[in-house]
């Protein structure tokens, strides 16, 4: 029964997040959507399998800039979130996935010079995108 609720609670909050694979959401967002007529997921589970799915690289776990809040966006795709680096843009919100190639320099010269290491699963870079920046023009 305890393995049965566990499974359950794990794919409603999988199929939450592929449902807003575009959208970023809060733990507190995710433990809203997890308490409804269908589910009743308690909050320590929802923050539990987060903290799994990031570890999994099937999340990116971010502070969201102006708010500080802690966002995650879910990455069906890629499942390699805490490989690489991302960017968001200001406006839309639209996460971005960056090639790791992109930062190797980058990497390599704050090891170098610096002796610090990107977290790779936790960085945003905050960008602009063309749709956006299109639209403010
Ligand atoms: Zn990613
Ligand atoms: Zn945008």
Redesign the pocket.
Known sequence: MQGEYKTRSRHAMIRFMKENAEKRFTAGDLVKAMNNDENKVNRSTVYRNLERLCKE?KL?KYKEAGTNATCYQY?ET?G??H??I?AQCSVCGK?Y??DNAVFEEAAKRMKNDYNITIDY?KSVLICLCDGCKNKEQ
């Open positions: 690289g990116v990455s890629h390699q979130c490989k690489h991302h996460i996935h960056l699963g």
